[in-house]
T-cell receptor, first 116, second 115 residues
C-alpha cells in the first residue's frame, strides 16, 4: 500500500516570508495529491490539489509542484500571513487497497507558525 | 452547497453506553467516509461506503458499526467503547468512490470522550 512521508513536522516563518512543505510517496500508481489545512479544533479543509498529469498548479499565494519521477510533491506558500498558521496535511491516493481505489493516505502533518 | 454536516458536535459517553454519530451531505456524492483523528495526528481511515455499500473496513473493532441508510446519510453506531477511543470522528464525502480519486470534503467532526 501507499506510504506518505511529510517534512518538516514544524515550521516557523516570519510574516511575509515563504513556506515550503515537502512530501514523498511510495506508490508510483498514485494519481491524486491533495493538501489540507486544519486549524485548531476545526475540520481539514482542502486548499489545493494536483493530479499526476500536471507538474504544477497555482492558486494565488499557494502552489503545489509534483515530481512523478522522484515521487515527491511540495506545497509552497508565498507572502505568509498569521492566518496561514495551522497544521497542513499532504495526502496521496492508495491505488491498491483491497481492490478499491481512490482512498487517501495522509502524511503526519506540518505545524506552520507565522510570526507577525 | 459544499458542506458536510455532523451531529453531535460533542459527545461524552460511558463504556457501557450505546450512541450514534450522524453525517449528512447534499452534494450528490456517492462515496462517504469515516475517519478517526487523535490529537496532533492525521486522520485515519475507518470505513468507506461507495454507492451505499461498505467497500472498506480498515480492521476496525466491532464496537464501531457503520450504517449508510441512503446516499446522503452516514451513521456510526458506538457500543462498549474504551477510553482510548476518545478522538475527533470526521465524516467526509466525495463525488465518486472505488475507482476514481476525487476531492474529499470533511465535516466539522464529533469530539468523542469515553469515560
Amino acid at each position: 500500500g501507499e506510504n506518505v512521508e511529510q517534512h518538516p513536522s514544524t515550521l516557523s516563518v516570519q510574516e511575509g516570508d515563504s513556506a515550503v512543505i515537502k512530501c514523498t510517496y511510495s506508490d508510483s500508481a498514485s494519481n491524486y495529491f491533495p493538501w489540507y489545512k486544519q486549524e485548531l479544533g476545526k475540520r481539514p479543509q482542502l486548499i489545493i490539489d494536483i493530479r499526476s498529469n500536471v507538474g504544477e498548479k497555482k492558486d494565488q499565494r499557494i502552489a503545489v509542484t509534483l515530481n512523478k519521477t522522484a515521487k515527491h510533491f511540495s506545497l509552497h506558500i508565498t507572502e505568509t500571513q498569521p492566518e496561514d498558521s495551522a497544521v497542513y496535511f499532504c495526502a496521496a491516493t492508495d491505488m491498491n487497497y483491497g481492490g478499491s481505489q481512490g482512498n487517501l493516505i495522509f502524511g503526519k502533518g506540518t505545524k506552520l507558525s507565522v510570526k507577525p | 452547497d459544499t458542506e458536510v454536516t455532523q451531529t453531535p458536535k460533542h459527545l461524552v459517553m460511558g463504556m457501557t453506553n450505546k450512541k450514534s454519530l450522524k453525517c449528512e451531505q447534499h452534494m450528490g456524492h456517492r462515496a462517504m467516509y469515516w475517519y478517526k483523528q487523535k490529537a496532533k495526528k492525521p486522520p485515519e481511515l475507518m470505513f468507506v461506503y461507495s454507492y451505499e455499500k461498505l467497500s472498506i473496513n480498515e480492521s476496525v473493532p466491532s464496537r464501531f458499526s457503520p450504517e449508510c441508510p441512503n446516499s446522503s446519510l452516514l451513521n456510526l453506531h458506538l457500543h462498549a467503547l474504551q477510553p482510548e477511543d476518545s478522538a475527533l470522528y470526521l465524516c467526509a464525502s466525495s463525488q465518486e468512490g472505488g475507482g476514481r480519486a476525487d476531492t474529499q470534503y470533511f465535516g466539522p467532526g464529533t469530539r468523542l470522550t469515553v469515560l
